[in-house]
């Protein structure tokens, strides 16, 4: 049953079908094939969507797009420019701190690339930076998007292999701040050798005051969400909730920019996202569930703890099959494939439920960076209008530091656990 089922899934995608189509007709055809209940098709499909974690999704992606309306990017741009640029390598310094804000509002890292990436790369060119070292940082940057809180990637994992949600979100928050760190610390020596430009503003100290009290707001966004998630307020899809209304306050109250066409166009955007995504979550839980009736993730469960019952061991593994998935397939689905496969061995080896999703997360938006599928390096190319290998090759230094902190996350189960454990005792 699962060779026919890899078989189909791998002919839907040579012959340029869709993923979600691929995952979805695959199985369907193996249910067909092999006599199974073909009202399964409809009751798994529903009952994965039927679900209160998922209903973040699109209030996420919608709170990400009046965000992006009400011109919050550029105003948190300026501040950090004013604050950091002067220093050698500034605005690549700028480029990771904004991304680390603005992943406190999208949770996702093409929404990253979309809302900021033509900003930051022609802001850095203008300054001096080639175009191929700007769109490097950018892609590089843009990894810290799914795994800071709101983390569209660690709500599906949370659902896919059943574990506590808001504990999920909130290891997130220090992984993110090491990826920054490491990319920034990569940033401060290359300055050093290659002579990176200093920024040519020269702000005054009332300046930075008028523009820190006009980003305040879109400042407070990150901490309404993570603060309200600590204290115990609300959960993800409260903060979800919490975080489309604060937008929208924002927009019309604060900064006034936010127009009923914009409203409309951002709700449109959030509807055609969702569907794309919760698309691609129905099929996969129709390819997930012919799996299980197969007994694979049984085996491969029993496997794995055959080869090892070390946790450190065992990550090991999935870091490697992860980042090899992570070069074919996107992060979405193969969070669902293989979550709920191979998640039950390394939880009974021991290893923390945060821990595995952030390590999760991590190896799967490292192939976003990753030929031949990295949707980031496509992204990015058509925004610069660089050729793909030049892409690839202004993010391919970077890899050292996003690879360093994937290291350190694998190794330090605290670094996923401090958080949760600290304030959901």
């Known amino acids: 049953m699962t060779a026919t089922l890899l078989v189909l899934f791998a002919l839907g995608l040579l012959i340029g079908a869709p993923v979600a189509v691929s995952l979805g007709l695959s199985a369907g055809l193996v249910i067909l094939i092999h006599d199974l209940p073909v009202t399964v098709l409809a009751q798994r499909a529903v009952n994965t969507l039927d679900s209160s974690p998922l209903l973040a999704v699109p209030l996420f992606i919608l709170a990400a797009m009046l965000l992006g309306a009400t011109g919050v990017t550029t105003h948190l741009f300026d501040l950090l420019r004013m604050l950091v640029g ?173 127009s009923l066409e914009a409203f409309i166009d951002c709700s449109r955007e959030t509807v055609l996202a969702t569907a794309n995504v919760l698309f691609v979550v129905a099929a996969a839980a129709l390819f997930a569930w012919v799996l299980t009736m197969d007994r694979v993730p049984a085996r491969a469960g029993a496997w794995l703890l055959e080869v090892s019952e070390n946790p450190l061991v065992l990550l090991l593994i999935l870091n490697l099959l992860l980042l090899v998935v992570g070069m074919f397939l996107e992060a979405i689905v193969a969070i669902l494939i293989i979550a709920p496969i191979v998640a039950p061995a390394l939880l ?76 959901m005792k």
């Open 348 to 423: 009974q080896a021991g290893v923390p439920p945060e821990q595995l999703g952030v390590v999760f997360v991590l190896n799967l938006m490292l192939g976003l960076l990753t030929p031949p599928v990295g949707m980031s390096l496509y992204m990015v190319s058509i925004i610069s209008k660089l050729p793909l290998q030049s892409v690839i090759r202004g993010v391919a230094p970077f890899y050292l530091s996003l690879f360093a902190a994937l290291a350190l996350v694998t190794l330090i189960p605290g670094l996923s656990t401090w958080l949760p454990n600290l304030v």
């Open 86 to 258: 002067r220093i050698r390598g500034g605005m690549a310094h700028v480029n990771v701190l904004v991304s680390l804000i603005f992943s406190g509002m999208s949770g996702a890292a093409l929404a990253d690339i979309g809302a900021l990436g033509g900003i930051q790369i022609r802001q850095m060119e203008y300054q001096g930076y080639s175009r191929r070292f700007a769109s490097g940082i950018t892609i590089a940057a843009a990894t810290i998007g799914p795994i800071f809180p709101p983390s569209i990637p660690l709500i599906i994992f949370a659902t896919a292999a059943e574990v506590s949600t808001i504990r999920a979100l909130l290891a997130g928050v220090v992984p993110a701040i090491v990826v920054a760190m490491a990319l920034m610390i990569q940033i401060a020596l290359m300055a050093r050798r290659y002579d990176l430009p200093r920024d040519d503003m020269r702000p005054s100290l009332p300046a930075i005051r008028r523009k820190a009290w006009i980003s305040l707001p879109a400042l407070l966004a990150p901490v309404l969400l993570v603060g309200g998630m600590i204290s115990g307020f609300f959960g993800p899809t409260e903060a979800a909730g919490v975080t489309v209304a604060y937008a929208v306050l924002i927009g019309l109250l604060v900064y006034r920019s936010l």
